[in-house]
């Protein structure tokens, strides 16, 4: 069986779905919507107009920064509810967001947002909000809108279930020539990762959802099909993270299909309970027709030689 899945996140989650990264994903999924490059903050805010042509640039249609802007991925995922919904906060951190002078938020994006014309209308119109220079106003932000989120998916997306795909910015990096450069004790990162595992935290204890866990210190491989980056890591990390989200599916799927026949056999047990009690009303009535039958059987020998009885006293007036 294929499993529809929805992304929201980085492509720390997105190439677990890239053939080229694995090779076997579409035996076991179909991903069907993805929202890249944004901000849990940004998507939960009233959309923004824009013209398409406006974010063009070097001659190609943004769909990052049209989604950005239009939020159109929340309708997708309720118009068509994945099987699966799998989030990761990576983007919190490298982007952070950009609050317009009306109140309204959108992603910073300053890999793409830059290079079109829709910039040049809000860049001077707007202030950039990280979590590393004001955690305490952004946390408050971020809360939020996953409070928003996941009451969202709540009356929209019942049937999806939720994966939180936790990672970490690489702390050691496998270099082309297979040496490895060790940056563990590197205090900006060290200070990352613990933003992002206070992110993770956040939607961890406070929604039901499964977990795909960071189990080691992946190596950044600096021959990454997208490059160098501390979120492109080696292979043993698509293969572990591949293999624990299969386990998390087989898992739900029994856990669907136990309850479902647990659900069925419980309605055995209550057809059953109405056939006996139905049994039970039948006998009585059944007892209550015999005693019927009795009496009048009774009542019709008394009439019987009563009537006798006067036909007998006739005969003899006569």
């Known amino acids: 069986m294929v499993f529809t899945v929805g992304v929201f996140g980085s492509c720390v989650s997105r190439d677990l779905f890239n053939s080229?990264?694995?090779?076997?994903?579409?035996?076991?999924?179909?991903?069907?919507?993805?929202?890249?490059?944004?901000?849990?903050?940004?998507?939960?805010?009233?959309?923004?107009?824009?013209d398409e042509k406006d974010i063009i640039f070097e001659n190609n249609y943004n769909d990052s920064i049209r989604y950005d802007l239009s939020k159109c991925w929340l309708s997708e995922i309720a118009n068509n509810p994945p099987d699966y919904i799998i989030m990761d906060v990576i983007y919190e951190l490298i982007f952070g967001i950009l609050i317009l002078d009306d109140g309204n938020i959108i992603t910073n994006n300053y890999w793409d947002l830059p290079k079109t014309k829709f910039y040049e209308t809000?860049?001077?119109?707007?202030t950039a909000l990280t979590i590393i220079e004001d955690s305490?106003?952004?946390?408050?932000?971020?809360?939020?809108?996953?409070?928003?989120?996941?009451?969202?998916?709540?009356n929209n997306c019942q049937s999806s279930k939720i994966i939180l795909n936790s990672a970490r910015y690489a702390t050691k990096i496998l270099k082309k020539d297979k040496t490895i450069v060790d940056e563990s004790g590197n205090s900006y990162l060290l200070n990352v990762n613990s933003y992002i595992e206070d992110l993770e935290l956040y939607i961890e204890n406070n929604y039901d959802v499964e977990i795909m866990y960071f189990g080691r210190d992946?190596?950044?491989d600096e021959?990454?099909?997208?490059?160098?980056?501390?979120t492109h890591y080696e292979k043993s990390?698509?293969?572990?993270?591949?293999n624990q989200l299969k386990h998390i599916?087989?898992?739900d799927n029994i856990s669907k299909n136990y309850q479902f026949l647990t659900d069925k056999n419980l309605n055995y047990e209550k057809e059953i309970e109405q056939l006996l009690f139905q049994q039970k009303i039948l006998k009585e009535k059944l007892i209550k027709i015999r005693d019927q039958k009795k009496f009048y059987c009774k009542n019709n020998g008394v009439l019987r030689k009563e009537n006798m009885f006067l036909?007998?006293?006739?005969?003899?007036n006569l």
Do not use: C
């Open 136 to 154: 305490k106003t952004y946390f408050k932000l971020y809360e939020e809108s996953i409070d928003l989120f996941f009451n969202f998916l709540k």
């Open 20 to 50: 080229q990264i694995v090779p076997n994903y579409k035996t076991f999924f179909q991903i069907i919507s993805y929202s890249q490059r944004t901000s849990i903050i940004s998507l939960m805010q009233n959309n923004i107009k824009f």
């Open 311 to 316: 036909k007998k006293k006739l005969g003899e």
């Open 122 to 126: 809000i860049k001077d119109k707007s």
């Open 218 to 220: 992946y190596l950044a």
């Open 249 to 251: 599916v087989e898992f």
């Open 223 to 230: 021959s990454h099909i997208w490059g160098s980056g501390r």
């Open 237 to 242: 990390y698509y293969s572990d993270k591949f």
